[in-house]
């Protein structure tokens, strides 16, 4: 390729650029060539030893006939000799067929979407997210403190309002940290012959039976039950706050663990908000590779990869990078950058977009839906879903647990076993049956089995609605809204 290069260089020095065009593509073709230094964020990597044939802007290419010949018109000069063209552009250089596959990379690049915001334009964005969920958690603080410890409300001490807290987010973390290996042992009961969506519900419904089996285990250790001085219940009293305050510390853990992943994600997207990388990839058999890398600080050179280079296990540069960069640490970058690449997409192929979306409602659901292309509104909305949907199921599975009066001793020896609960607790089972059901179906909204056919604004709305429907349930049980 080298050799190659060295003789067209000296073609067109002792011939002169025109005529050496006349000599190697005919008469009357207004094709340009050009020599371009490379540098970082060029498309078409070149320096003083490559030449690069650009087309004009009259060219075309078709493949119509689905074979290898390929059809080139210049503008003026069509024809629909085919036969010419073909005998013209099999005699072409490889470096043009380079030069092709770059531009066509190029134009597919450019023809997506609008230019990736930037980095820090993401994470500006995103920290409404935490400082709403901060904002609601602020204001559910201060309406459990003044409405339910008021001087008719419940006499909870600041010790059990922590315990009840930390209680909670203990018990989140212990299902949240076993969803893997639910997963693992859903796989496993199905003996690797179910298909990827039956083990997915499957370890999905187990993980929310889990997880609200913690929660009801948190009434059985926090002493959850009515007080002795009342004979029915009416709040606000011990057990109504208890339940408000293991719900919200349900929800800091659930809504901090939920951040902090929608940073790790978007830490995804930091080196797309730089120029784009362009990969370019020859002819095999033009003997070369050439690779761009737009980091900052980092290579300013192409890197060019031979067939000899490949069978030695080494490459060569053709100049040397800004900095000390060894070959093995480039390496070891660009496969960083792959790993980020692939874990992006996956990320973008799980957020999907719904078959059928009204470009009015949603006007970035168009093929799959990057991070960035979220509104920050949706990923607001999806936290306090997650605040309100904890509140609404602890509240339904509290009342339920509470207000019978088989859960409780005589009123005046109310509970003298707390860790042993009565042996016809087994009645709340219908609640708790629902409550598992709803959550279970509000958790698939977020699996790769539903999320990329509805969209991530869909299941965000119909989230809400399954939180507040919760929300408005407990309320009802414990009488509030009568």
């Not at 990969?279 to 690779?291: C, I, K, R």
Request: negative net charge; proline residues 6%.
């Amino acid at each position: 390729m080298a050799a190659r290069l060295v003789q067209v260089v000296a073609a067109v020095s002792a011939l002169g650029p025109e005529r050496w065009r006349r000599n190697n593509y005919g008469p009357g073709l207004p094709v340009t060539t050009s020599t371009t230094t490379g540098t970082a964020g060029s498309a078409a990597p070149t320096d003083s030893t490559a030449l690069y044939t650009t087309r004009s802007a009259g060219h075309a290419y078709d493949d119509r006939d689905g074979s290898n010949s390929r059809h080139y018109d210049y503008g003026a000069t069509n024809t629909t000799n085919h036969d010419t063209e073909r005998r013209r552009s099999a005699s072409r250089d490889p470096l043009l067929t380079i030069e092709e596959d770059a531009e066509s990379i190029c134009s597919s690049l450019q023809d997506k979407d609008d230019p990736p915001q930037s980095y820090n334009s993401m994470i500006l964005k995103y920290s409404f997210v935490p400082l709403s969920s901060l904002v609601v958690f602020l204001a559910l603080i201060l309406i459990f403190t003044l409405a339910l410890h008021g001087p008719s409300g419940s006499k909870l001490c600041f010790t059990t309002i922590l315990l009840c807290i930390f209680s909670s987010i203990a018990a989140w973390t212990t299902a949240h940290t076993l969803r893997l290996p639910i997963y693992t042992l859903a796989s496993y009961l199905s003996f690797r012959r179910g298909s990827a969506p039956i083990i997915l519900i499957s370890s999905t419904f187990i993980q929310v039976l889990l997880a609200e089996s913690l929660r009801v285990g948190l009434f059985i250790i926090l002493q959850l039950h009515l007080s002795s001085e009342k004979a029915t219940p009416s709040p606000p009293e011990d057990a109504f706050a208890r339940s408000c305050w293991i719900a919200l510390g349900w929800a800091i853990a659930e809504v901090t663990v939920g951040v902090v992943q929608g940073y790790q994600q978007l830490f995804l997207y930091q080196e797309e908000s730089g120029d784009e990388r362009t990969v370019l990839v020859g002819l095999e058999d033009s003997g070369a590779v050439y690779f761009t890398s737009e980091h900052e600080q980092q290579v300013e050179s192409p890197v060019v990869f031979t067939n000899q280079a490949r069978e030695e296990g080494h490459g060569s540069r053709r100049s040397s990078p800004a900095g000390s960069m060894s070959l093995p640490e480039y390496i070891h970058e660009e496969l960083d950058h792959l790993m980020a690449l692939k874990q992006r997409a996956e990320l973008e192929e799980v957020y999907g977009s719904p078959i059928t979306a009204c470009p009015l409602l949603f006007p970035n659901l168009n093929g799959l839906t990057k991070l960035q292309d979220i509104p920050v509104f949706i990923s607001c909305l999806q936290r306090i879903d997650s605040i309100i949907l904890s509140l609404g199921l602890t509240l339904l599975l509290s009342a339920s647990y509470t207000l019978h009066p088989f859960l409780h001793d005589h009123p005046s020896h109310p509970h003298e076993h707390p860790l042993h609960p009565p042996s016809n607790i087994i009645k709340i089972i219908p609640t708790f049956g629902v409550v598992v059901l709803l959550h279970t179906v509000l958790s698939l909204l977020w699996t790769p089995v539903v999320l990329p056919r509805i969209g991530i604004h869909s299941a965000s709305y119909i989230a809400l609605v399954g939180a507040l429907g919760s929300l408005w349930a407990g309320l009802w049980m414990w009488g509030i809204l009568e």
